[in-house]
């Protein structure tokens, strides 16, 4: 079975940076890796996403330049990081993986337990 462990997650001041870690276990060869984050009273969102052998890495255009996705060189580490953050960026973070089809969250069916990030201006 697919396991998924975020770690990470903090409190930061506006404009400072995070990098969140995702430990993985299982065959997550064939899949999609991504993070979602979810903000009280927001539906959740895609932040970024990668296919498992580290290509086609995909983010939305409103992050995009701020947050990297990457891995580590044995591919069972997923990280997110993060940098310029604002006040917008808090919520609960989390790591799942699945089929595709990012940014949504319908085909990804494994999913961590998720780490708290808190941006204050």
């Known amino acids: 079975a697919v396991q998924l462990v975020e770690s990470g997650g903090g409190s930061v001041q506006a404009g400072g940076s995070l990098r969140l870690s995702c430990a993985t276990s299982?065959?997550?060869?064939?899949?999609?890796l991504a993070w979602f984050r979810q903000a009280p009273g927001k539906e959740r969102e895609g932040v970024a996403a990668?296919?498992?052998?580290?290509?086609?890495?995909r983010y939305p255009v409103s992050l995009k330049g701020r947050f990297t996705i990457s891995q580590d060189n044995s591919k069972t580490t997923l990280y997110l990081q993060m940098n310029d953050l604002s006040p917008e960026d808090t919520g609960m973070y989390y790591c799942?993986?699945?089929?595709?089809?990012?940014?949504?969250?319908?085909?990804?069916?494994?999913w961590g337990q998720g780490t708290q990030v808190t941006v204050s201006s």
């Open positions: 799942a993986a699945g089929r595709g089809g990012f940014p949504s969250a319908r085909d990804f069916r494994n």
């Open positions: 299982g065959d997550i060869s064939a899949s999609w």
């Open positions: 990668i296919h498992a052998s580290g290509t086609g890495a």
